[in-house]
T-cell receptor
Framework: NAGVTQTPKFQVLKTGQSMTLQCAQD?????MSWYRQDPGMGLRLIHY???????DQGEVPNGYNVSRSTTEDFPLRLLSAAPSQTSVYFC?????????????FGPGTRLTVT | SQQGEEDPQALSIQEGENATMNCSYK?????LQWYRQNSGRGLVHLIL?????REKHSGRLRVTLDTSKKSSSLLITASRAADTASYFC????????????FGTGTRLTIIP
């Protein structure tokens, strides 16, 4: 299994540009989520999904959209990039209702908005 | 913000010593987990403790949970250079939404 994969690894955007961060998992996990990590802030939840067709907002959803058309994929869209969105983005997944709860993380996407 | 807090923010110890880091949170929880992050990498799950448990062991890791104080601690015994990393606690509140809230992390450096 490849686990959780994210692309791209690095990205530089200009203010106002849009882009999509890709996330895929091959573990048939129902639950997927996106976090951003900023220095001294830990990880903050942006959006999450408990299954295909179901998404919900996390702690810091403004400026981001998500969709979940398949179990495997959970892309994160930046609608109009702002310098405040400069961060490292992590995608994670886990099973639901298995009693384990541990999340599996991707390697991250480092985004810089100028 | 419901974000958990960890202390210390940074910890440097000699190889072979024990390392203890603490996590405090603000809500009722279903479980609390600890993750490790090596520099420039994603997070890796270490151990989970449920709200009805007080202590749990996994290899050189020992986790305690005090729900009355809303706090947890992670003890790494007989530290190794490879333990150098950032450690994060994360808890799932019992609100039924399955969200995981992370603490701010402890940066651990093991001096060979």
């Amino acid at each position: 299994n490849a686990g959780v994969t994210q692309t791209p690894k690095f990205q530089v955007l200009k203010t106002g540009q849009s882009m999509t961060l890709q996330c895929a998992q091959d573990m048939n996990h129902e639950y997927m989520s996106w976090y951003r990590q900023d220095p001294g802030m830990g990880l903050r939840l942006i959006h999450y999904s408990v299954g295909a067709g179901i998404t919900d907002q996390g702690e810091v959803p403004n400026g981001y959209n998500v969709s979940r058309s398949t179990t495997e994929d959970f892309p994160l869209r930046l609608l109009s990039a702002a310098p405040s969105q400069t961060s490292v983005y992590f995608c994670a997944s886990r099973h639901r209702d298995r009693g384990t709860y541990e999340q599996y993380f991707g390697p991250g996407t480092r985004l810089t908005v100028t | 913000s419901q974000q958990g807090e960890e202390d210390p923010q940074a910890l440097s110890i000699q190889e072979g010593e024990n390392a203890t880091m603490n996590c405090s949170y603000k809500t009722s929880i279903n479980n609390l987990q600890w993750y490790r992050q090596n520099s420039g990498r994603g997070l890796v799950h270490l151990i989970l403790i449920r709200s009805n448990e007080r202590e749990k062991h996994s290899g050189r890791l020992r986790v305690t949970l005090d729900t009355s104080k809303k706090s947890s601690s992670l003890l790494i015994t007989a530290s190794r250079a490879a333990d150098t990393a950032s450690y994060f606690c994360a808890y799932e509140g019992n609100f039924g939404n399955e969200k995981l809230t992370f603490g701010t992390g402890t940066r651990l450096t093991i001096i060979p």
